[in-house]
C-alpha cells in the first residue's frame, strides 16, 4: 500500500517557521514618500497600475519564501515514499544497524519449546536475510565483556557463529548505557540511515531518554505472564536448642504467579552429595521460607546449593551457599580463677563439644602467642594486671575479638581500660535491693535480633553495673533501667553483669543460652562464615590461583576477580577459601515494560519486520526537495534583480 512517512518526524514541529515571511510582509511594509504635486490625475492613475505591478511581484516572492522554508524543513525531516513493490529492491540507500540482544537471565524461561534466547537468535537471523552487503551492522548484549570482546562495526550481515554462541549472563549492563554506546559506535559508520534494535522479553528496563537514532524494541516471543519458581537466600543456621545446637540450612522458595504451585521438589547439594529433599506447596505470589537439617562430622569449609525444580526458568532455581565451620572451637578463658559460674561453663562446654577444648590462663601462663591459637576468648579477671592489658591491647590491634565480664568483684582499676576500649565507665554495682526490668534489647543487632522485649521485660534483674552513658562508638545491646548490660565496641563485647548470680531471672530465662551462643558465634574466629556474594560484585581473594564454578582454572593478576557467573569459587591452595555467588533476582518476577514508554523508543507488534529498515521500502525524496528550494531560490533572486534593475531606470 501506498504511504508517505518521514524518518525524521519530530523536525516537522519547525514547519511552524514558515508564517515568518507572512509576519513579515505584513508588519514591515515601507510607507511611502509623500511628495505634493499641483494636478495628480495622471499620477494617481499611474500609481494605480504600479501598485498592481507591486503587488504581484509581492506576493510571488512571499509564495516562493514560503515554499524555501517549507521545502527545507520536509527535506531535513527526511520524507520516504513507500511503495509495496518496491520492498525487494536492493537499491536502497546503506543503512546501519544495532542490534542489541537482550541476554540477562530471565531470558532463559521457556516458551513452547524454546527458550527467549533462542527466539531471539532466530529474529537475528531473520533481520540478517534483509540485509545487503553494502549494510553496516553491530551486535550487542547485556554482558559488558562479551561486548568489548565482540561488538564491533562489520559490513553485511552479523556473524551467525557470533550471535549464535551468545549465553545467558548473570549480570547486565544498564540498557541506557548499551543504547547510547550503540548509537555512538553506529555514528562512526557516517551512514545517514540508521537504526537500533533491542530483542527482548520486554521485562521492565528504565530507558527514558530521547535519541537521535531511531529505536525499535522486537519482543522475543507474545507472552504477557509466567509461571516461575525462584529459590533465594540459602544459607547455614547453627542454634543453640534444648542445650544442644541444631544445624540446619535455611532458605525461601518464592513464587512469582498468580496460580498455585504444587509439589515443587526442593534438594540439598552439599559437598557434591544430594543430601535431602522436600516437597513445598505454595498459593499465587507466596513467599515461603523452609530449611534442611544438617549432620556435620568434619570441620573446614563446606559449600552446595538448594535447587528448587521448575522446567521453566531454571536460572535462579539454585541458591548457592558456603561456609567454614569448626566442629570442637578451642576456648581460652583468662581469669585469676579457674571455677566459672555453672550457666557459663556449661553453654562454653555446649560450644565446645568437648571441656577438654577449654584452657585457662593465668597470671603467669599468659602470653599472645598462646591466645592466638585460640577460636574464642574470654577475659574474666578480678585484679588488674598490665601482662592482661598489653595482650588485649595487641588482640585490638590484630582484630581479635574477645568477651570481657564484669563482675560483682571486678576492680575498678579496670576502669581506665573499660574507659579506653568500650568507652564507659563503672559507677556501682547494683546489688542488694535493687531490682529492675529488662527496658531495652537491640532488634537490629545480629546477637539480639531474636530476643523478644515483650517477652523479656518483666524478667527481674540484678546484680549489674550502673555506669556512664556510653558514646556512639560503642552499640548497647541489652539494658535495664537505663543501663546497659551488655555493649559492643566494633568486635569486642563487654558484659556489665555478674554471669554467677542467682536473683538474675534474665540467667535462668531459656533466651540468655540463645543470646550467649549467638555472642560467642560471633565473636569466635572459627564462626560460622557464611560467604554469600552477589553477582556483579569485584572480590578480593587471599590466593591468585583461582577455580571457577564452571570448573577452570585462572590465575588472578592481583587476586582480584569480578564475580560473573553464579556459583562456587574456591582458591587453590594450602590456605582454602570458598566463596558463594548469587543471582540478584530482579528479574525473576516478570515485568513487562510499559507499552507507553518514554523516550524516543517503539515497541514493534509480531508483524515487526514491516516496521523496521524504512529505507527497504521505497526512497527518500529529501534530494529533489532540495532541488526545489535551489530552484524557488533562484527564481526569488532573479525577481529581486529585476525589480532593482527597473528601478534604476
Known amino acids: 500500500m501506498f504511504s508517505f512517512t518521514f524518518l525524521n518526524s519530530g523536525i516537522l514541529i519547525l514547519t511552524i517557521a514558515s508564517v515568518i515571511p507572512i509576519l513579515i510582509h505584513l508588519f514591515a511594509k515601507k510607507k511611502p514618500k509623500k511628495i505634493i504635486f499641483s494636478s495628480i490625475k495622471f499620477i494617481k492613475l499611474s500609481q494605480q497600475q504600479q501598485n498592481k505591478k507591486i503587488n504581484l511581484k509581492n506576493l510571488i516572492l512571499l509564495l516562493l519564501r514560503i515554499l524555501i522554508i517549507l521545502f527545507t524543513i520536509l527535506a531535513i525531516s527526511r520524507p520516504a515514499l513507500k511503495l509495496p513493490f518496491l520492498k525487494g529492491n536492493t537499491n536502497h540507500p546503506k543503512t546501519a544497524i544495532a542490534i542489541i540482544i537482550d541476554n540477562s537471565y530471565s531470558m532463559d524461561y521457556l516458551v513452547d519449546t524454546k527458550t527467549e534466547l533462542e527466539k531471539a537468535k532466530e529474529i537475528v537471523s531473520e533481520i540478517s536475510e534483509i540485509l545487503s552487503d553494502d549494510d553496516i551492522s553491530l551486535i550487542m548484549t547485556m554482558n559488558n565483556d562479551w561486548n568489548k570482546a565482540n561488538s564491533y562495526l562489520v559490513y553485511g550481515k552479523p556473524q551467525e557463529n557470533i550471535y549464535r554462541n551468545i549465553e545467558i549472563t548473570a549480570i547486565k549492563t544498564d540498557l541506557s548505557d548499551l543504547i547510547l554506546s550503540a548509537e555512538k559506535k553506529l555514528n562512526e559508520s557516517q551512514i545517514i540511515n540508521k537504526e537500533i534494535y533491542v530483542i527482548s522479553d520486554l521485562q521492565e528496563n528504565s530507558f527514558n531518554k530521547k535519541i537521535e537514532t531511531p529505536l525499535f524494541f522486537i519482543p522475543s516471543s507474545g507472552i504477557n505472564s509466567r509461571n516461575n519458581i525462584s529459590c533465594q537466600n540459602a544459607h547455614p543456621v547453627f542454634e543453640l536448642v534444648d542445650r544442644s545446637v541444631e544445624q540446619k540450612i535455611e532458605f525461601s522458595v518464592i513464587n512469582h504467579s498468580s496460580v498455585n504451585a504444587q509439589d515443587v521438589i526442593c534438594q540439598l547439594i552439599l559437598d557434591g552429595k544430594t543430601i535431602s529433599e522436600k516437597v513445598i506447596e505454595l498459593t499465587p505470589n507466596q513467599k515461603k521460607t523452609a530449611f534442611f537439617k544438617l549432620n556435620l562430622e568434619t570441620s573446614g569449609w563446606h559449600s552446595g546449593f538448594i535447587n528448587a525444580k521448575n522446567e521453566r526458568l531454571p536460572f535462579d532455581n539454585k541458591s548457592y551457599f558456603s561456609f567454614h ?58 585484679e588488674f594486671s598490665n601482662k592482661t592489658r598489653f595482650v588485649l591491647d595487641k588482640m585490638s590491634r590484630e582484630k581479635r575479638p574477645y568477651l570481657f565480664i564484669a563482675d560483682r568483684n571486678l576492680s575498678q582499676k579496670w576502669n581506665p581500660f573499660l574507659a579506653d576500649e568500650f568507652n564507659i565507665s563503672l559507677k556501682e554495682f547494683q546489688s542488694k ?185 521505497g526512497f527518500e525524496v529529501w534530494k529533489i526537495l532540495l532541488i526545489f528550494v535551489l530552484i524557488f531560490f533562484a527564481l526569488e533572486m532573479f525577481i529581486v534583480k529585476m525589480e532593482e534593475k527597473n528601478s534604476v531606470n
Open 325 to 382: 565451620y569448626k566442629l570442637s572451637p578451642e576456648i581460652a578463658i583468662v581469669t585469676d580463677n579457674p571455677i566459672l559460674p555453672i550457666s557459663l561453663q556449661s553453654l562454653l562446654e555446649v560450644f565446645s563439644g568437648d571441656q577438654g577444648n577449654i584452657s585457662f590462663f593465668g597470671e603467669n601462663s599468659l602470653n599472645y602467642e598462646n591466645i592466638e591459637k585460640m577460636d574464642l576468648v574470654i577475659i574474666h579477671q578480678k
Open 433 to 617: 535491693g535493687v531490682h529492675t526490668n529488662l527496658s531495652y534489647i537491640n532488634k537490629y543487632h545480629n546477637i539480639t535480633k531474636l530476643l523478644e522485649l515483650k517477652k523479656l521485660k518483666n524478667l527481674s534483674i540484678s546484680d549489674y553495673w550502673s555506669s556512664s552513658d556510653i558514646n556512639k562508638e560503642s552499640i548497647s545491646l541489652i539494658e535495664t533501667n537505663g543501663y546497659p548490660l551488655s555493649i559492643c565496641n566494633e568486635n569486642n563485647h563487654l558484659w556489665l553483669f555478674d554471669p554467677a548470680s542467682i536473683k538474675n531471672e534474665f540467667l535462668l530465662h531459656s533466651s540468655f543460652p540463645v543470646f550467649a551462643y549467638r555472642l560467642f558465634q560471633d565473636i569466635s574466629m572459627e564462626k560460622i562464615d557464611n560467604r554469600n556474594i552477589i553477582a556483579g560484585t569485584s572480590y578480593k581473594f587471599d590466593s591468585d590461583s583461582i577455580l571457577l564454578p564452571d570448573g577452570n582454572e585462572i590465575v588472578l593478576r592481583d587476586n582480584r576477580i569480578l564475580l560473573n557467573k553464579i556459583g562456587i569459587y574456591q582458591t587453590i591452595s594450602s590456605k582454602k577459601e570458598i566463596i558463594s555467588v548469587n543471582l540478584n533476582y530482579t528479574e525473576s518476577e516478570f515485568k513487562r515494560i510499559d507499552t507507553k514508554m518514554k523516550g524516543s523508543g517503539k515497541i514493534l507488534s509480531e508483524k515487526w519486520k514491516d516496521q523496521i529498515l524504512q529505507s527497504r521500502y
